[in-house]
């Protein structure tokens, strides 16, 4: 059974090693074992309400209970820039027009803003390898809107997710090469890796202030602003189908494009419901395909679960389960749980 | 003889055709026999103290063979840059991008747009005929305007400048105009500077990028044609370095060509200039002087040997007195060529 639960210090190697895995570009997660431990350390206070709820870093973990080892994270920030600037450039629109001359031009202009600042952001996802597969990427990214759809009072109403921009192989990042590094004599992967370590405010202080002309850039940086590196599109298009849009930002680095949502408008929360649990003797195939399954999750904040079931174990007022999967909930009958289709049904649509 | 004059409405065809037939570009004088004209107009009302041109004044002068009387280059002086609308350029300045805790400090180069040098005076609408750019009539024409600001100081600012022609490629490109202006004003280089010599600067105030531009954004040879002037103006350089100017922080919007300035009262031609009294007769021998008499319209300069003593008077044979409409009696401005 694959299953969600808060991460926590026993799961510090598996998440060390997917992260040395993961390569270049996965900014939040760098492969070091104290910066690492320091944000599992954070999460189990946040979930612990040792810190404000409003200001928590809530880090989910994906185990295998087979195997008894966490193949996946997903997290969510639940403000962005309190403690440091948030920074994101602005795409937008500069029109100079002469009536005389018949001359009308736009010019793509990149405005360096904190307009993100005070909102929640989705981040840190991260599947290994061996479990990418059966849907638990969409488990391991939408079970945060529904612990977001019980908690709503400790989030912004529009949360937000950096997805990753266009870099090589070898890490070389065309609006960084074109635009970062000609203020700050550094590799995009080095630079990358420095905002892991939680110096990115340090490096966007070194950036350009004034806004950026995009004709002045090189065509293959003009090509990468707003765009995502290929092994991000199937996360855009998985945010995409839950209402995620691109909001003008993007990340001053790599020009990864910026994706928002109201909360309320999130496929996964507005479409959520809420059953009783009834514990059933009754035999249950978990094996069925993704958009046969649907999410439970038991609500809790501070030991937040979920797993799939078939839709077919939604009744009026109840679900029924297995006692292992009530179990693994650490749920049993007459509890309050929340449901919501794992994957949307195309067909329906 | 080498005289230079106030421009006269007789001077149109020969001012067209040193305006067109001139390589280097003048954005200052248009290649245009309309624009021309009211150029010579506006000379004439600035000379005759027309008050409905105030803050506005611009003056034209031509470089004439009294031989001949044909015209062999044009030098102008706006009173007031701009000439009440705003005068633009980029001013090359320096931000520090540091970082304590990284422990780094960077410089980084910017252009400001900025409207800073207007009302200075301007020295501008430079032609001479090529033939003519090694010789002493080339000195004559250039500084002949300066004696014309000292005998009508009032009229003119403290502060004198002067745009140099920038880097151009042999086919009439500009790469500072290429890597910045162009993906403005979606124009090339010589449109731009066509429309800058015959239209008002509005259009300027409407397609310039209103923030400042990060040098580093450019491309290597537009960076490298900041504040350069071009080949051409190396001779025109040296002759104002001798006068004082020096290069300033500012550059032209079109092509980065320097700008150069200087304080008007510290200009070596204002400062080593003597005034004397006319007496008509035989020529000396002595050495080469600029010499200038007459105000506004009648103003003239020419060159002529002078054995300057130390009296107030000097002697000036009566060929050239006639040239500059000399009486005996006159009050001269001279300076050493």
Known sequence: MLLIRPLNQGDLEDLHDMAEGAGKGLTSLPPNRDLLSRKIARAEDTFNERCAPEAGMYLFALEDTEQKKCVGISGIEARVGLDEVWYNYRLSTTVNASRELGVHVRTPTLHLTNDMTDTSEICSLLLSDTHR?????????????????????????????????????????????????????????????????????????????????????????????GEVHDNTKPALRMLQAEGFNFNGLCDIFDGGPVVEAFIHNVRTARESVKRHVLVSRQPVNLDVPPEERVMVSNRSFRDFRVTTLPKSCIKPDTVSMPAEVADALQVSSGDLVRLSPLKENRTAK | MWIVRPARHEDLAGIEKLATAHGARVSTLPQSRDKLSEKIDHSQRSLAGDPALADRERFLFVLEDSDTGRIHGTAGIDARAGNSQPFYNYRRDELIHASHELDVAKRVAVLYPTHELTGKTLLCSFTIDPELRDTEAFELL???????????????????????????????????????????????????????????????????????????????????????????????????????????????????????????????????????????????????YLVANGDSESFRCSLTNVSDGLGDVVRLNTTIADQLGVSDGDDLVLVAL
Not at chain 2, 158 to 173: A, C, L, P, R
Not at chain 2, 220 to 242: G, M, V
């Open chain 1, 133 to 225: 597969q059966g849907g638990n990427g969409l488990l391991l990214s939408r079970c945060r809107f529904l612990y977001m759809a019980d908690f709503r009072e400790f989030f912004s109403e529009k949360v937000f997710a950096e997805m990753r921009g266009v870099s090589d192989e070898n890490g070389r990042s065309p609006l960084w090469d074109a635009l970062g590094r000609r203020f700050f004599d550094m590799d995009f992967s080095e630079a990358d890796f420095l905002s892991g370590m939680g110096n990115k405010s340090f490096i966007a202080e070194l950036m350009p202030k004034y806004p950026i002309y995009v004709p002045l850039l090189p065509e293959p940086a003009r090509a990468v602003i």
């Open chain 2, 142 to 288: 250039s500084r002949s305007r300066l004696l014309f600001i000292d005998r009508h100081r009032e009229r003119f600012s403290d502060d004198v400048v002067v745009e140099i022609q920038g880097v151009q490629t042999e086919e009439g490109d500009a790469p500072f105009w290429d890597s910045l202006g162009r993906h403005f004003f979606h124009m090339d280089f010589a449109t731009a500077d066509y429309y800058s010599g015959v239209k008002t600067k509005t259009f300027i105030a409407e397609l310039m990028p209103p923030n400042p531009i990060y040098v580093t954004l450019l491309s290597d040879a537009a960076q490298a044609a900041i504040s350069e002037p071009h080949e051409a103006a190396a001779r025109t350089c040296q002759l104002l370095e001798r006068e004082g100017f020096r290069v300033s922080q500012h550059i032209d919007i079109f092509d980065g060509g320097p700008v150069l300035e200087a304080r008007t009262d510290e200009l070596t031609s204002i400062t080593r200039r003597r005034n004397k009294t006319a007496r008509r007769g035989e020529g000396s021998r002595g050495v080469r």
